[in-house]
């Protein structure tokens, strides 16, 4: 088991990067009044076979040459069980992977989200590009309505008006404008 989920977000979006895609969607929904916790990654990438989707949670299944084992889908898989949810995984050859990942908000095995904000940083300057969406949601009893944040890289982009976001100075703006925002969805604020 991974110490957080943003690191899932991380190993389940490199699949999609060696797949592939030109562009990749994370979701992640808190929805505290349902007691539910999900994530979703999807691409557009050259999608899995059906050979390779019917054992994908076999830890021995891995399409990789360098190694025998992929544990990464296994894993998370394992953890949704653990906190009485479920993993889903979608494809169609040629047009792209759908990984649902669903679980008990409040259960004590699930491990915390973690820090979504480096998640992010890392993979929009590891591969500048693949177009990247990344929506949070949150629901509260506390809150009078969902609180949502999303972005985009081709929103930075355009706030960065074509500087690199690898520059040492906007890599830590921009990963203080994602932690802020996140935070603010987090406690009933809407993002951006």
């Not at 991380?10 to 562009?23: K, P, Q, T, W, Y």
């Not at 653990?82 to 040629?94: A, F, I």
């Not at 915390?112 to 629901?139: E, W």
Request: charged share 30%; with cysteine.
């Amino acid at each position: 088991m991974m110490k957080e989920l943003a690191l899932h977000v991380l190993d389940i979006a490199e699949n999609s990067v060696r797949g592939e895609a030109s562009h990749i969607g994370i979701t992640i929904t808190e929805d505290r009044r349902n007691n539910r916790f999900a994530m979703e990654i999807d691409d557009d990438g050259k999608g899995i076979s059906p050979e390779i989707l019917n054992t994908i949670k076999d830890p021995f299944t891995t399409t990789r040459t360098m190694r025998k084992v992929g544990l990464g889908i296994p894993f998370l898989d394992d953890t949704c069980r653990l906190c009485n949810g479920h993993l889903d995984l979608k494809s169609t050859v040629g047009l792209g992977t759908r990984l649902s990942a669903e679980m008990e908000y409040d259960h004590i095995d699930r491990p915390p989200l973690g820090d979504m904000a480096a998640t992010l940083m890392v993979l929009m300057s590891s591969h500048p590009d693949i177009a990247f969406t990344y929506r949070h949601i949150v629901d509260d009893v506390e809150f009078s309505e969902p609180s949502e944040f999303e972005i985009s890289s081709g929103d930075l982009e355009d706030i960065l008006d074509g500087v690199p976001l690898t520059t040492p100075k906007v890599y830590k703006w921009v990963k203080t404008y994602l932690e802020e925002n996140i935070r603010q969805c987090e406690t009933g604020g809407t993002g951006a």
